[in-house]
């Protein structure tokens, strides 16, 4: 069995069939798994910089394929591990009863709402189609997550919890706690507690798309922001821990996985995208191991080690 990552690298970057790499992998290794395929949306996906075919024969092959990688996943993660598959209304309905069967129904977790903003026209044969879905699985009853916070104001906290607010002889503000029926002042909750620890985030995440003048924009179709890979990273696995996604595209995942102190292994078949994401990896400072194939274990480790950033806190 393959090493997911030597000791002396951040993460393997790996040129070819993903599906192929993870039945090379040991198994129980990975803290998370996050696949952002191909949607089943019926064409090529073209950006500036290469793109993809998401042509299928039908919606059973589709489904067919994505249960292996499924499955092979399932496999990789540890006890503790998390799965993520990201796709949109194309297939996402039909793969969950497949993903049910995989993990087990029981594992299904969320439903991860993506909202993204963006331009908005007056639609009149449908609403504007502005989310894709992530389906998050427990890998078994032992895995928790982390929680993530996003910032929030004093105004937007006083507004949910409609009450008045009162204020200490020093200026500090706060509302009554409820501890149940007839106990509805049993104790304050100081509004700076809470507005600096931040909200706690619920299954509809609103984060831009990549805008046309964005800094981490690689040309490459379909690639996701950088703030939704932190996300899954932080909550779904340890610093250090061991972070996968084999149909990585331009490599987001190992970027965030990187940032966030945590290792990677990310596969990629089409040479442009894998090429533009071990770019990414070298511009942030990260050591990986890029290998083809039928070379694996033989590839160097490239990147200046004391350049590695770490940001344990996570979030976005
Ligand atoms: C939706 S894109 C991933 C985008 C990526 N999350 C990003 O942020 O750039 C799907 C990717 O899967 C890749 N892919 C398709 N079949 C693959 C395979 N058998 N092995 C590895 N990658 C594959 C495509 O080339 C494409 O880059």
Redesign the pocket.
């Known amino acids: 069995m393959l090493l997911p990552v030597p000791p002396d690298a951040d993460g393997r970057l790996v040129r ?4 192929a790499l993870m039945r090379r992998l040991g198994p129980g290794t990975f803290d998370c798994i996050y696949l ?4 089943f949306t019926g064409r090529e ?1 073209v950006g500036d910089r290469g793109g ?1 075919d998401d042509t299928w024969t039908d919606l059973t092959a589709y489904l067919d394929w994505l249960t292996a990688w499924m499955g092979e996943a399932r496999r990789l993660l540890k006890p503790t591990g998390w799965f993520w598959l ?1 796709l949109d209304w194309h297939s996402v309905h039909y793969a969950k009863v497949r993903a049910d069967d995989v993990f087990g129904a029981k594992n299904f977790r969320n439903e991860i709402i993506w909202h993204y903003t963006g331009r908005r026209s007056p639609a009149v044969r449908r609403f504007n189609q502005k989310h894709d879905t992530l389906l998050l699985y427990a890998a078994s009853a032992a895995a928790v997550l982390t929680p993530i916070f996003e910032p929030w104001s004093r105004e937007e906290y006083v507004r949910l919890k409609k009450q008045a607010v009162h204020r200490d002889p020093d200026g500090r503000e706060w509302i009554w706690g409820h501890a149940g029926r007839g106990r509805s002042k049993a104790y304050r909750i100081y509004l700076d507690e809470h507005v600096d620890r931040g909200r706690a985030v619920d299954s509809v995440w609103d984060i831009p798309i990549i805008n046309t003048s964005a800094r981490e924009r ?1 040309g ?5 922001p950088e703030a939704l ?1 932190r996300r899954v990273v932080a909550a779904s696995s340890p610093p250090g821990g061991l972070v996968g ?9 190992g970027v965030a996985a990187y940032d966030l102190g945590r290792r990677f292994v990310l ?4 040479p442009q ?1 894998a090429a533009l ?1 071990g770019r990414r990896l070298l511009a942030r400072g990260a050591r990986v191991v890029v290998d083809g194939l039928g070379a694996m274990g033989c590839g160097g480790v490239s990147g200046t080690p004391d350049r590695r950033r770490a940001s344990p806190s996570g979030g976005t």
């Open positions: 070819g069939d993903g599906l952002d395929p191909p949607f996906r993809f990201h690689t490459w179709p379909t690639q996701k890979l996604d084999f149909v990585a595209g331009s490599g987001t995942t596969a990629e078949v089409d995208a994401a």
